[in-house]
């Protein structure tokens, strides 16, 4: 039996009578056309032949024909010598170019088309085989076009680029360089990559006619654009859609520049959304990207184009559907706002992963698939659809996103919008106790997961084939022997068995779990029934996650117990109860979760009312539900004060809550906490970033504070009189802020920094000196503010420190600042601004101190004083045992010096950089080349992240303190902030601050080099 090379070799010298037999034997369907075209491609006899190695190795690929005829047209378009020169001189370009062009006249196209691409491919690029993350590849495509700023010039030339990337990847896909999932993610980081660049040319566009959107409080609007389907789970195709949703936060309108034209921040982005999509989907003489679908946003093909995130979430949680959330489990941010991606992943959680369902989602999904698989056999060839046909790609997708569903709201673990990563995710599901709970066993999951990377290569190979989208295996028997050659089999045969017992085993797992006695689980309920002290009770409430079964036992008896009170209130409890265990299950502290849902029903006291509010309302039950779970600080606001609780049932429409208007310190008092559980509802649900928090914190203590001096200021007036100077004009006064109250960077439970400056000497109408007068008001501000209960003040800062009168004027203050002011001062002051009395005057003091703060260059000296005086603020001695994120070496305060010592250093020359937020600061410290930008954005993420925790502990805990707590509290806390355990969250602590202690450490010593 001859080889395929002396075949070959026959088939090329042999005349033309005797060349057929030989050529048949390879495989060639049709010899009489394949020896037609191996004489036109002949050329003159000094030419460069085909070489029999290439003839041979056509054989091997099942589709010699096609194959061939690929050949002869790159040939005609590289030239016959050099193209087959290079195949006889390299066997592995020879191999790969054989194996690509004929399997897939798709590709064959692309470099008949870019010629030039050729060598690139196969000889230049190494990621034809070595995996090509995300950053990398914008990279490349950055510097492809970085040289080109036209419109219309630069996405053409991202046009070229991204088919060369696509034939990269389709080349892998065709030579088994690369597994599925690698090339799924890649096909998803290029769409990635593509869909961010041409969102950036787009807005820039858009710029330029309309201006920049700016947000309440001048900060930037924000876009997100949102991957679903296969694109959001990073396992695109080669012909899939991509599924997309455009989110937009921030009130406001357009600034243009000149003669622009204002718009609507609404209005702005859906002219964006729309351009985007135009751009994505318009066919230019260098192709098109991709297909878009918008018809899984919310409201479908009939609703707005681009959704703002508060409209986002009340379309979900008062409308959206089991398909929604089954759907939004792949939701992935993939261009716009990292930011506003993470908070519209935290909003969407709750609705995709629900504690409860009020029925289980076997059903529904069931019908979808029986509906699905009724429709394709409808279809022509509709039995051989890999994808939708029983024991497909969609059977495996709906069995781990119903898995999901059902696991993902109590364990978080198995949630993941990747297929492959949710099948091993599911796999070993822990339990609240810490028990083992498979939601798959390790036989089930390797079957899925073997059938899906089958499933999946099949797909790719059939679409790369001819750039269209195929789901059906062929029934023609050389295209399927050829497949099954590509997929690495023998034969045909083996290839199709391989196929049919992958399709039984996963309609096997599918029927069990769909088609099983799907009854409910025993209801809950029974835990009312039993007697407290019931060990079973006990034993079950341990098992959910509470630590003291019997105690719960109780509270739950309890709160039956208060709903009988009205007619219906015990049924409403009863519906209410599997929902409240399971969310409670999942929370940082289920005990006091349950504690603190007693004590605020008790509180509300109308608990049958309460119970069908919370039963009415999905919204309300969820969010009342999560602050009993996760924060102690908003739950006793509600239990101090628990008619709050009707305002939480309108959440879906607020806003910043308005100002306090003048009136007495309880309705002041009563404005602040309504506030309050505002702006911590929006924390907790995840419609606000940690900075948007601060801000309206901040905000909110400028409001109160504004609110107590009105209410200081006019009985003090009526007693003394107003203070005026030796001319007789009122004499002015200015409350200035300082620390994280001066930077708009309050935490809940803040005390505010301040210090108190008056215009002048004098005296009032009634001959009070106007010293005594300003201290008196100063003392009875501080005082006010404590006796509601609204905040602490810490006013160590102003001039001598706490021995000092209270206020002070501002000759005095001036005189203080040049002679015998410390050098600490400088930096704390870099972040002072006026809070309250009057603005000019403010302005005055302000100025003063700005002399002061940047009265000389920052010398080697100087900083290290202040590395010295950072050293004295460490915690000492038995302080050290536990964790300062704050004052401890590598803490929060570190950063803060940092930002500080390199504004004062630079924002002597440099106004710009005169800044009271950290944040800010390291921004525009980087942003402007004083700061290395590594270092600068680690700080910045360290700082978010120890902020995050600082929040983290303020929320939990009565007691403000920046120490991590110990034992249960510990636990407590890692779990609220979602560490996997009290090991890793504690190492993760220690790393950041390590890493920003050496960052720190490095700026001073630099500094004082």
Same mark, same amino acid.
């Given at each position: 039996?001859?080889?395929?090379?002396?075949?070959?070799?026959?088939?090329?010298?042999? /005349?033309?009578?005797?060349?057929?037999?030989?050529?048949?034997?390879?495989?060639?369907?049709?010899?009489?056309?394949?020896?037609?075209?191996?004489?036109?491609?002949?050329?003159?006899?000094?030419?460069?032949?085909?070489?029999?190695?290439?003839?041979?190795?056509?054989?091997?690929?099942?589709?010699?024909?096609?194959?061939?005829?690929?050949?002869?047209?790159?040939? !005609?378009?590289?030239?016959? %010598?050099?193209?087959?020169?290079?195949?006889?001189? /390299?066997?592995?370009?020879?191999?790969?170019?054989?194996?690509?062009?004929?399997?897939?006249?798709?590709?064959?196209?692309?470099?008949?088309?870019?010629?030039?691409?050729?060598?690139?491919?196969? !000889?230049?690029?190494?990621?034809?085989?070595?995996?090509?993350?995300?950053?990398?590849?914008?990279?490349?495509?950055?510097?492809?076009?970085?040289?080109?700023?036209?419109?219309?010039?630069?996405?053409?030339?991202?046009?070229?680029?991204?088919?060369?990337?696509?034939?990269?990847?389709?080349?892998?896909?065709?030579?088994?360089?690369?597994?599925?999932?690698?090339?799924?993610?890649?096909?998803?980081?290029?769409?990635? !990559?593509?869909?961010?660049?041409?969102?950036?040319?787009?807005?820039?566009?858009?710029?330029?006619?309309?201006?920049?959107?700016?947000?309440?409080?001048?900060?930037?609007?924000?876009?997100?654009?949102?991957?679903?389907?296969?694109?959001?789970?990073?396992?695109?195709?080669?012909?899939?859609?991509?599924?997309?949703?455009?989110?937009?936060?921030?009130?406001?309108?357009?600034?243009?520049?000149?003669?622009?034209? *204002?718009?609507?921040?609404?209005?702005?982005?859906?002219?964006?959304?729309?351009?985007?999509?135009?751009?994505?989907?318009?066919?230019?003489?260098?192709?098109?990207?991709?297909?878009?679908?918008?018809?899984?946003?919310?409201?479908?093909?009939?609703?707005?184009? @681009?959704?703002?995130?508060?409209?986002?979430?009340?379309?979900?949680?008062?409308?959206?559907?089991?398909?929604?959330?089954?759907?939004?489990?792949?939701?992935?941010?993939?261009?716009?706002?990292?930011?506003?991606?993470?908070?519209?992943?935290?909003?969407?959680?709750?609705?995709?992963?629900?504690?409860?369902?009020?029925?289980?989602?076997?059903?529904?999904?069931?019908?979808?698939?029986?509906?699905?698989?009724?429709?394709?056999?409808?279809?022509?060839?509709?039995?051989?659809?890999?994808?939708?046909?029983?024991?497909?790609?969609?059977?495996?997708?709906?069995?781990?996103?119903?898995?999901?569903? #059902?696991?993902?709201?109590? %364990? *978080?673990?198995?949630?993941?919008?990747?297929?492959?990563?949710?099948?091993?995710?599911?796999?070993?599901?822990?339990?609240?106790?810490?028990?083992?709970?498979?939601?798959?066993?390790?036989?089930?999951?390797?079957?899925?997961?073997?059938?899906?990377?089958?499933?999946?290569?099949?797909?790719?190979?059939?679409?790369?084939?001819?750039?269209? *989208?195929?789901?059906?295996?062929?029934?023609?028997?050389?295209?399927?022997?050829?497949?099954?050659?590509?997929?690495?089999?023998?034969?045909?045969?083996?290839?199709?068995?391989?196929?049919?017992?992958?399709?039984?085993?996963?309609? +096997?797992?599918?029927?069990?779990?769909?088609?099983?006695?799907?009854?409910?689980?025993?209801?809950?309920?029974?835990?009312?029934?039993?007697?407290?002290?019931?060990?079973?009770?006990?034993?079950?409430?341990?098992?959910? &996650?509470?630590?003291?079964?019997?105690?719960?036992?109780?509270?739950?008896?309890?709160?039956?117990?208060?709903?009988?009170?009205?007619?219906?209130?015990?049924?409403?409890?009863?519906?209410?109860?599997?929902?409240?265990?399971?969310?409670?299950?999942?929370?940082?502290?289920?005990?006091?979760?349950?504690?603190?849902?007693?004590?605020?029903?008790?509180?509300?006291?109308?608990?049958?009312?309460?119970?069908?509010?919370?039963?009415?309302?999905?919204?309300?039950?969820?969010?009342?539900?999560?602050?009993?779970?996760?924060?102690?600080?908003?739950?006793?606001?509600?239990?101090?004060?628990?008619?709050?609780? /009707?305002?939480?049932?309108?959440?879906?429409?607020?806003?910043?809550?308005?100002?306090?208007?003048?009136?007495?310190?309880?309705?002041?008092?009563?404005?602040?906490?309504?506030?309050?559980?505002?702006?911590?509802?929006?924390?907790?649900?995840?419609?606000?970033?940690?900075?948007?928090?601060?801000?309206?914190?901040?905000?909110?203590?400028?409001?109160?504070?504004?609110?107590?001096?009105?209410?200081?200021?006019?009985?003090?007036?009526?007693?003394?009189?107003?203070?005026?100077?030796?001319?007789? +004009?009122?004499?002015?006064?200015?409350?200035?802020?300082?620390?994280?109250? &001066?930077?708009?960077?309050?935490?809940?439970?803040?005390?505010?920094?301040?210090?108190?400056?008056?215009?002048?000497?004098?005296? @009032?109408?009634?001959?009070?000196?106007?010293?005594?007068?300003?201290?008196?008001?100063?003392?009875?501000?501080?005082?006010?503010?404590?006796?509601?209960?609204?905040?602490?003040?810490?006013?160590? #800062?102003?001039?001598?420190?706490?021995?000092?009168?209270?206020?002070?004027?501002?000759?005095?203050?001036?005189?203080?600042?040049?002679?015998?002011?410390?050098?600490?001062?400088?930096?704390?002051?870099?972040?002072?601004?006026?809070?309250?009395?009057?603005?000019?005057?403010?302005?005055?003091?302000?100025?003063?101190?700005?002399?002061?703060?940047?009265?000389?260059?920052?010398?080697?000296?100087?900083?290290?004083?202040?590395?010295?005086? $950072?050293?004295?603020?460490?915690?000492?001695?038995?302080?050290?045992?536990?964790?300062?994120?704050?004052?401890?070496?590598?803490?929060?305060?570190?950063?803060?010096?940092?930002?500080?010592?390199?504004?004062?250093?630079?924002?002597?020359?440099?106004?710009?950089?005169?800044?009271?937020?950290?944040?800010?600061?390291?921004?525009?410290?980087?942003?402007?080349?004083?700061?290395?930008?590594?270092?600068?954005?680690?700080?910045?993420?360290?700082?978010?992240?120890?902020?995050?925790?600082?929040?983290?502990?303020?929320?939990?805990?009565? $007691?403000?303190?920046?120490?991590?707590?110990? &034992?249960?509290?510990?636990?407590?806390?890692?779990?609220?902030?979602?560490?996997?355990?009290?090991?890793?969250?504690? /190492?993760?602590?220690?790393?950041?601050?390590?890493?920003?202690?050496?960052?720190?450490?490095?700026?001073?010593?630099?500094?004082?080099?």
């Amino acid at each position: 039996m001859p080889t395929a090379l002396e075949l070959a070799r026959r088939a090329l010298t042999a /005349d033309a009578a005797k060349a057929l037999d030989p050529l048949a034997q390879l495989g060639f369907v049709d010899p009489v056309q394949a020896l037609g075209t191996l004489d036109r491609i002949g050329g003159p006899p000094q030419s460069a032949p085909l070489p029999a190695l290439a003839l041979a190795e056509l054989a091997g690929t099942g589709r010699p024909d096609e194959g061939l005829r690929q050949l002869v047209r790159l040939a !005609v378009a590289y030239g016959p %010598q050099g193209l087959f020169s290079h195949l006889e001189a /390299d066997p592995i370009l020879r191999q790969r170019l054989v194996q690509v062009v004929s399997h897939s006249t798709f590709l064959a196209d692309i470099l008949v088309r870019d010629f030039e691409f050729l060598l690139w491919l196969l !000889v230049e690029t190494p990621h034809l085989v070595e995996p090509l993350d995300r950053r990398t590849l914008r990279q490349i495509l950055r510097t492809d076009i970085g040289h080109v700023s036209e419109f219309d010039e630069r996405l053409e030339g991202l046009r070229r680029v991204h088919r060369r990337e696509f034939l990269r990847i389709g080349a892998a896909e065709i030579l088994g360089t690369k597994p599925v999932a690698q090339i799924g993610k890649e096909l998803a980081d290029l769409a990635d !990559v593509v869909v961010e660049l041409a969102l950036e040319t787009c807005q820039q566009d858009l710029w330029q006619e309309h201006g920049h959107p700016l947000a309440e409080r001048g900060r930037p609007a924000r876009f997100l654009v949102v991957g679903l389907g296969k694109y959001g789970g990073q396992e695109l195709n080669y012909s899939s859609d991509i599924d997309l949703i455009f989110v937009w936060d921030g009130e406001g309108e357009t600034q243009p520049e000149g003669e622009g034209t *204002p718009l609507e921040n609404s209005e702005f982005f859906r002219r964006l959304g729309q351009r985007l999509v135009h751009v994505l989907t318009e066919a230019t003489k260098e192709g098109f990207f991709y297909r878009v679908d918008m018809r899984l946003r919310p409201e479908g093909a009939s609703g707005t184009l @681009t959704h703002s995130l508060r409209a986002s979430w009340r379309y979900y949680e008062t409308r959206g559907e089991l398909w929604e959330r089954q759907m939004l489990i792949k939701a992935r941010r993939v261009a716009g706002s990292r930011t506003l991606g993470e908070q519209y992943a935290a909003m969407l959680r709750p609705f995709i992963y629900p504690a409860h369902f009020h029925s289980a989602p076997h059903e529904e999904i069931r019908r979808i698939k029986e509906r699905i698989e009724a429709s394709i056999r409808e279809r022509p060839r509709g039995e051989n659809n890999i994808k939708l046909q029983a024991g497909g790609i969609r059977d495996i997708e709906f069995i781990v996103q119903c898995l999901q569903l #059902l696991y993902g709201g109590i %364990q *978080p673990q198995a949630r993941s919008h990747n297929t492959l990563a949710a099948i091993d995710r599911l796999a070993e599901v822990i339990t609240p106790k810490g028990a083992v709970k498979a939601a798959l066993t390790a036989a089930e999951a390797s079957a899925l997961k073997n059938a899906y990377e089958f499933f999946r290569r099949v797909e790719n190979l059939l679409q790369i084939a001819s750039g269209r *989208p195929d789901y059906a295996v062929p029934e023609d028997a050389q295209a399927l022997r050829a497949l099954a050659l590509v997929m690495g089999y023998e034969d045909a045969r083996a290839f199709s068995a391989a196929l049919a017992e992958h399709r039984l085993r996963v309609r +096997r797992l599918f029927a069990a779990l769909f088609y099983r006695d799907t009854a409910a689980p025993r209801s809950p309920t029974w835990l009312l029934e039993v007697e407290n002290g019931s060990a079973a009770a006990k034993a079950d409430l341990v098992e959910r &996650g509470f630590v003291d079964g019997a105690a719960a036992h109780r509270r739950l008896q309890r709160l039956v117990a208060m709903g009988v009170l009205l007619s219906g209130g015990r049924a409403h409890f009863e519906a209410l109860l599997p929902e409240l265990l399971n969310s409670l299950a999942a929370a940082p502290d289920p005990d006091q979760g349950l504690l603190r849902f007693t004590q605020i029903v008790e509180a509300y006291g109308a608990p049958g009312a309460l119970y069908s509010l919370l039963q009415e309302h999905t919204g309300f039950r969820t969010l009342l539900i999560a602050i009993c779970g996760s924060s102690r600080f908003l739950a006793d606001l509600l239990r101090r004060d628990p008619a709050l609780l /009707d305002s939480l049932v309108g959440q879906a429409g607020w806003g910043l809550e308005s100002g306090p208007a003048r009136g007495d310190l309880c309705a002041i008092a009563r404005m602040q906490n309504k506030s309050l559980l505002r702006i911590g509802a929006d924390d907790l649900m995840g419609l606000a970033t940690e900075e948007e928090t601060f801000l309206r914190l901040t905000e909110l203590g400028e409001d109160v504070l504004q609110a107590v001096y009105r209410l200081a200021w006019g009985p003090l007036v009526r007693r003394w009189g107003k203070p005026r100077n030796r001319q007789g +004009r009122d004499v002015r006064f200015a409350v200035l802020a300082a620390g994280k109250f &001066g930077g708009r960077e309050v935490d809940f439970g803040s005390d505010l920094d301040l210090f108190f400056v008056y215009e002048g000497d004098g005296k @009032t109408r009634r001959g009070v000196p106007n010293s005594v007068f300003f201290t008196e008001f100063s003392q009875r501000l501080i005082a006010l503010l404590a006796e509601g209960g609204l905040y602490s003040v810490d006013a160590r #800062l102003r001039p001598e420190g706490a021995s000092a009168p209270m206020a002070i004027s501002l000759v005095g203050y001036r005189r203080y600042l040049a002679q015998r002011a410390a050098t600490w001062e400088r930096m704390a002051l870099s972040r002072a601004r006026q809070v309250a009395g009057d603005a000019e005057f403010g302005s005055r003091v302000l100025r003063s101190i700005e002399r002061f703060v940047y009265s000389r260059e920052v010398d080697a000296a100087l900083v290290a004083q202040m590395q010295e005086m $950072r050293q004295r603020m460490e915690p000492q001695g038995k302080r050290q045992t536990r964790i300062n994120i704050k004052r401890g070496p590598g803490g929060i305060v570190d950063i803060e010096f940092v930002a500080q010592v390199l504004v004062l250093k630079w924002g002597y020359r440099d106004r710009d950089l005169r800044v009271g937020s950290t944040r800010l600061a390291l921004q525009l410290l980087v942003e402007q080349g004083y700061l290395d930008s590594e270092r600068g954005h680690f700080l910045l993420d360290a700082y978010e992240y120890l902020r995050a925790v600082e929040k983290g502990m303020r929320l939990a805990s009565e $007691r403000a303190s920046d120490a991590l707590p110990t &034992g249960r509290e510990l636990e407590i806390l890692s779990r609220a902030l979602g560490a996997k355990d009290v090991a890793s969250f504690q /190492d993760e602590v220690e790393i950041w601050m390590r890493q920003t202690r050496r960052i720190f450490s490095t700026v001073f010593a630099e500094l004082t080099d």
